[in-house]
């Protein structure tokens, strides 16, 4: 079974400071592992993916997110917060082959203070 | 693309009615999803379909609960009868395995149900 662990369900940084969202993953086999982001009052939007390629992934609004096996862990960061930023943020992981099932996090709700 | 699309965006409606919620996926995706999102329990995966045809139906709650799809290019989740319990957010989801993006899922703006 695969799992992933998001840890602090509430992060809060002031405009300028750095974005860290912390997300750590269980899984027997090499994992696809995905960020996604959720603002008020609309769907989820994938932010970034990796997938067994390079280990530091870039997406979209400046984020990026570095696979790290001896951590287990994909923790997702922008340099510097703007208020724009201010969201939900997803952790996903699955597994190549197919499809296989992709599960969630619980989610990291993001403020932005100006 | 016009990405997944649902509706309606917004129902409100009073326990003991049927709710119908509807999605258009992605053109060309196999696999479609239907979601609940509520602030007790995240984010819950109800059905999932492949080629039209339930997979995986484990996460609908109860059998007030039905989902179909009768085509590529729509499916209807409904409830019947509502209840104040199911109030939430219900999004619809959709990838295609055959196609680079592979195992990303790409959701809706997703259906805002109340039951009053």
Known sequence: AQSVTQLGSHVSVSEGALVLLRCNYSSSVPPYLFWYVQYPNQGLQLLLKYTSAATLVKGINGFEAEFKKSETSFHLTKPSAHMSDAAEYFCAVTRSGGYQKVTFGTGTKLQVIP | ?116
């Open chain 2, 1 to 116: 693309d016009a990405g997944v699309i649902q509706s309606p965006r917004h129902e409100v409606t009073e326990m003991g009615q049927e709710v119908t919620l509807r999605c258009k996926p992605i053109s060309g995706h196999d696999y479609l999803f239907w979601y609940r999102q509520t602030m007790m329990r995240g984010l819950e995966l109800l059905i999932y379909f492949n080629n039209n045809v339930p997979i995986d139906d484990s996460g609908m709650p109860e059998d007030r609960f039905s989902a179909k799809m009768p085509n590529a290019s729509f499916s209807t989740l409904k409830i019947q009868p509502s209840e104040p319990r199911d109030s939430a957010v219900y999004f619809c989801a959709s990838s295609g395995s055959g196609t680079p993006e592979g195992n990303t899922i790409y959701f809706g703006e997703g259906s805002w149900l109340t039951v009053v």
